[in-house]
């Protein structure tokens, strides 16, 4: 406030105004500073107040922005800052003068306030004597202080507002105090919240939520419904029953007050959105955004199987649920999910043998239940978890089903829709299976003869070697041991599931002499203690050439009865043609005649069908026949022609009539048309009867000298036999004569063993022939073969022989020499009286160049015929050798190993 001006006023002013009028303008200036100062404070002060509790208000209804809580701090101190300089320059710098001071008087004083401005301006008039005297100006000063005097300026003062706002700050301080002290959490929180608008402060609230656990934003299913549980803070003033909140701008859910937290149940949503919080004066705002769960981008499992099986570690896409594993396997699941993952648990129970997989539950039906019965106690598997990815701990396989449940939660709190579960079905490791495919049941061969077949091996893991083997069985009394062997074929290894080996079988290679033979093929795999596993066996009639001969002579009788059979039926279809022509010639395109001609015609059809069949099965037989060398070339030669005969037929005779038949039918022809097609058909169908019976002649007449020169050859080879033997022993006689069988060398012991077990063979096959004799004179009744009977049972051959094969084994050399002798002689008459003046040389065929040409063109025939089959059995004996070689290679990693 500026110091008293009297005395300098008086020292400046020419003409000073009296001291009264001059201490009374003091008064009244400095009341006049006092008060308007005093009000431009105090309006300060209850703006800060009032912004203070407008803050306080505020923040029990919502959260006040930190723009609004500025502006309202701005808005409190511009009283200060604004409104106090304004005030004081008003107030106090522009009523400083004793002018200014007058011109504010005379608002309330007009009359001494215009006087007064006089007085005040004639302080500094510098008029001349002759118009103004320095008396009359005292004079006039001292009349205007006079008049003031008597009046109290005080009044002049603009209204004084200084006492309303002093009581309004009083009333704003002790609001402000006594809500401070009633709600001192509040007060002070408002407090900071007012002085640092920019800061970071919670605002406080009676009603205090826990929203710790909601992220920023809080994710929640896509589209699905969910629930919203705010707990309250454990230091909260009020707990009011009921909260209520809504997503965007949705409708309001109401909540109650339910141990100590409020649930919320909101609809599905799928928009990024807000969800508002009320409850009393808390009030909060929420980011939420739907986000879809966490799904399975992979599942797989990786596998390690038993270690007997050797095989790699392989990995198993598990997303179907179902996983077949054999039995002592282990697997580690491993699942990576569309997001990082906070948390999983995994869980494997144990099935009965019977339970089933149940289908997963809907969201709506929840967890489906399973029967208790059904499941053992679940077992917790220990899970690795790595950003989205999560492994599970080696899990064993054992004998039982097992159910492996997997959830998880996601760094968002979401789990998967439905936990995964997948089915684990133990498998037991299954034997193999081997079988020979290419081969019937049954096979006749001839010894130097070569059979293909493959030899296929499967198994469900892996195959560890597959290979043949054979045992043999005699079919009659013989010397000597069944063959019995076997071959590993081809190795496999522990990925290898199939083996398909093609295999040329040659008994000659094997050295396997005739007899039959149980062929079975076997594989193994890698399970320990379970062996080989065979095939069902193949029988394989490996036989002589004479026993081959006589299975020919077996299936050349079916084929006659075949083609008698045949014939018949040609013969009564030629009968009902004849009828037909006979009864219904007359007219042949009649509906019922063309009905009998169309079931003749398939009866013609299928008839020349059968006839193509035996054809074909006499075709295989007459090179079989060929093969053999041991069928005399005259049989050869009717076989021949009855094959050629049947060939016609089947090309060409029948296929003619069923033509003509048809032609007969057809409803373009006129009916003397059909009538000359079917006397056609009956003409064509005559001749092909007569080239039937023909046919039967000459294979009747092979089937015979088939017969005869069967006894005739095996004969020839009896005696060739018993002369091999005394050729045998002669031809070391010089080493053995005189000797003890066991004082010999083991070579020659060896030799005569040879030749006591070729001595016991060759006595068995005459009794055969003895037995095969009495049943062809059976059925026969020729008396050359019963003449040949009685002869050779009078010899007593079979008693001979026994002994002379007792006497070769004892080393009795010449009488073994002479008695063999004489037993060759013996049976080259017998071969005589049945065959004839013919040479005992030896059939098949036989040699010269005598006959007609056509003998000769058909022997040159046959030649070639032997030539081309040699050279066939030659390449597949090779091919079998090859085979042979490479199977004993194949054996010997398998016996280092």
């Known amino acids: 406030m500026p110091a008293k001006q009297p005395s300098s006023s008086n020292q400046s002013h020419l003409a000073p105004i009296p001291d009264g009028l001059q201490r009374q303008l003091e008064a009244f200036r400095k009341k006049l500073w006092r008060i308007k100062i005093s009000e431009a404070l105090l309006a300060g002060c209850a703006g800060l107040t009032t912004s203070f509790l407008f803050v306080f208000l505020l923040d029990r209804f919502f959260e006040t922005p930190t723009t609004v809580r500025l502006i309202i701090l701005l808005a409190g101190t511009s009283l200060f800052a604004v409104f106090a300089p304004y005030w004081i320059h008003r107030w106090v710098y522009r009523h400083r003068r004793e002018n200014q001071l007058a011109r504010l008087i005379s608002l309330r004083f007009p009359k001494l306030g215009d006087r007064l401005l006089g007085a005040v301006e004639l302080q500094d008039q510098k008029e001349g004597e002759e118009t103004l005297s320095p008396q009359l100006r005292a004079a006039a000063m001292n009349n205007v202080a006079a008049e003031a005097s008597k009046l109290d300026l005080t009044a002049a003062l603009p209204t004084p507002l200084h006492r309303k706002w002093l009581l309004t700050v009083i009333t704003l301080l002790s609001i402000s105090t006594v809500l401070i002290f009633t709600f001192p959490h509040a007060g002070m929180n408002s407090l900071k919240r007012w002085i640092m608008p920019l800061s970071s402060t919670e605002r406080f609230t009676f009603t205090r939520l826990d929203l710790s656990a909601i992220g920023t934003p809080e994710r929640v299913p896509y589209g699905e419904a969910f629930s919203l549980t705010i707990p309250l803070a454990k230091d909260t003033a009020r707990k009011p029953k009921v909260a209520r909140a809504r997503y965007g701008e949705g409708d309001w859910v109401e909540a109650p007050l339910a141990q100590g937290s409020y649930t919320f149940e909101f609809m599905g949503q799928r928009a990024l959105d807000t969800v508002t919080i009320e409850a009393l004066d808390a009030h909060h705002e929420l980011p939420f955004e739907p986000v879809m769960r966490p799904e399975t981008e992979s599942i797989l499992a990786l596998v390690k199987l038993p270690e007997y099986l050797q095989r790699a570690d392989k990995n198993i896409d598990l997303r179907s649920g179902y996983l077949n594993l054999v039995e002592g396997s282990s697997i580690s699941i491993e699942t990576t999910a569309t997001r990082k993952l906070k948390s999983a648990h995994a869980e494997?129970?144990?099935?009965?043998?019977?339970?089933?997989?149940?289908?997963?539950?809907?969201?709506?039906?929840?967890?489906?239940?399973?029967?208790?019965?059904?499941?053992?106690?679940?077992?917790?598997?220990?899970?690795?978890?790595?950003?989205?990815?999560?492994?599970?701990?080696?899990?064993?396989?054992?004998?039982?089903?097992?159910?492996?449940?997997?959830?998880?939660?996601?760094?968002?709190?979401?789990?998967?829709?439905?936990?995964?579960?997948?089915?684990?079905?133990?498998?037991?490791?299954?034997?193999?299976?081997?079988?020979?495919?290419?081969?019937?049941?049954?096979?006749?061969?001839?010894?130097?003869?070569?059979?293909?077949?493959?030899?296929?091996?499967?198994?469900?893991?892996?195959?560890?070697a597959s290979g043949i083997s054979w045992d043999g069985a005699f079919n009659k009394a013989m010397p000597g041991t069944p063959a019995k062997g076997e071959l590993t074929i081809a190795q496999g290894s522990p990925t290898q599931t199939n083996i398909n080996t093609p295999f040329s079988f040659s008994p000659a290679n094997l050295s396997i002499e005739p007899q039959k033979i149980s062929l079975r093929s076997w594989t193994e795999d890698y399970k320990p203690g379970r062996g080989r596993v065979y095939s069902e066996p193949v029988t394989l009639f490996i036989l002589s050439r004479i026993e081959h001969a006589q299975v020919l002579k077996n299936q050349f009788d079916s084929a006659i009865g075949e083609l008698e059979d045949i014939a018949r039926q040609e013969q009564n279809l030629n009968d009902e043609n004849l009828r037909t022509?006979?009864?219904?010639?007359?007219?042949?395109q009649a509906e019922p005649s063309r009905k009998?001609?169309?079931?003749?015609?398939?009866?013609?059809?299928?008839?020349?069908e059968r006839m193509q069949e035996l054809s074909k099965r006499m075709d295989k037989l007459f090179k079989d026949a060929v093969r053999n060398g041991e069928i005399e070339k005259e049989s050869l030669k009717k076989m021949s022609n009855a094959l050629q005969a049947m060939k016609e037929l089947a090309q060409q005779d029948l296929p003619e009539i069923e033509k003509k038949l048809e032609n007969a039918q057809d409803r373009r022809n006129t009916n003397k048309k059909s009538q000359e097609d079917l006397k056609e058909a009956i003409e064509k169908q005559n001749q092909a009867i007569e080239k039937m019976k023909k046919a039967l002649e000459d294979a009747k007449e092979a089937n015979k000298m088939f017969e005869a020169g069967t006894f005739v050859n095996r004969l020839k080879r009896s005696a060739r036999a018993q002369d091999s033997i005394a050729r045998n022993i002669i031809d070391m006689i010089d080493q053995i004569i005189g000797s003890d069988y066991d004082e010999l060398d083991p070579v020659e012991q060896r030799a005569i063993k040879k030749s006591h077990a070729k001595q016991e063979q060759n006595a068995i096959d005459l009794h055969w022939i003895q037995e095969d004799l009495a049943s062809y004179y059976s059925r026969t009744q020729k008396p050359e073969h019963k003449e040949l009977y009685d002869t050779m049972r009078e010899s007593m051959i079979d008693e001979e022989l026994d002994e002379l094969a007792e006497r070769i084994m004892a080393n009795f050399s010449f009488s073994s020499i002479t008695q063999s002798k004489h037993w060759a002689d013996e049976i080259r008459k017998w071969v005589k009286q049945l065959d004839g003046e013919k040479n005992s040389g030896g059939g098949g065929g036989g040699g010269g160049g005598g006959g007609s040409q056509e003998e000769q063109d058909f022997e040159f025939m046959l030649k070639v015929m032997r030539m081309i089959q040699q050279e066939q059995d030659i390449r597949a004996r090779t091919r079998a050798l090859e085979d042979l070689r490479r199977s004993l290679q194949t054996q010997i990693p398998e016996k280092k190993s």
Not at 581 to 588: A, F, P, V, Y
Not at 596 to 601: G, N
């Open 348 to 464: 494997i129970v144990v099935l009965n043998q019977d339970a089933e997989l149940p289908s997963p539950p809907s969201p709506e039906e929840g967890q489906a239940t399973e029967p208790a019965q059904e499941k053992k106690a679940p077992q917790k598997i220990q899970l690795k978890l790595s950003g989205k990815t999560l492994t599970s701990e080696l899990i064993p396989i054992a004998a039982e089903p097992m159910m492996l449940t997997i959830n998880w939660q996601d760094i968002y709190n979401l789990s998967a829709a439905n936990p995964f579960q997948v089915r684990i079905e133990p498998l037991q490791d299954q034997a193999p299976s081997s079988y020979l495919q290419g081969i019937e049941r049954q096979h006749i061969m001839l010894a130097e003869e070569t059979i293909e077949f493959e030899v296929i091996a499967e198994d469900d893991y892996g195959l560890k």
């Open 581 to 588: 022509e006979r009864n219904m010639g007359k007219d042949l």
């Open 596 to 608: 009998k001609l169309r079931l003749q015609q398939d009866s013609e059809a299928a008839n020349k």
